[in-house]
């Protein structure tokens, strides 16, 4: 089992880390999200902080569980797939920015 958590209780001083191929990521993402497009996790997991919480997320919440589930096998204890992804960030009414820092929208 994959741990979630929903978009009102990510905390503010998460990591996010954004898995969503670039044109998602430019059209919106939370403000002061990592962007690491799934498939550069392999290569780029030393970027990964080990300090603090990390929620993992996608649009949906499935790149983002399989993140979570990689990352879990590698020996990450602090990481959490975002339960609905960005569509459920954005219902929640949480922030979501372009990628020139202006209001943003999940696509």
Not at 20 to 48: F, K, L, N, S, Y
């Amino acid at each position: 089992m994959v741990p979630t958590v929903d978009a009102a209780g990510v905390a503010d001083d998460a990591y996010l880390l954004d898995v969503r191929e670039p044109d998602e990521w430019a059209a919106g993402h939370p403000p002061g999200a990592h962007h690491v497009p799934m498939m550069q996790i392999p290569t780029r997991a030393d970027e990964v902080p080990t300090d603090r919480d990390v929620v993992v997320v996608c649009r949906v919440g499935g790149r983002s569980a399989q993140v979570v589930a990689y990352l879990k096998q590698r020996g990450f204890d602090n990481v959490y797939n975002l339960d609905g992804g960005m569509f459920a960030w954005a219902a929640a009414g949480r922030p979501v920015v372009g990628e020139d820092g202006s209001a943003g929208h999940v696509i």
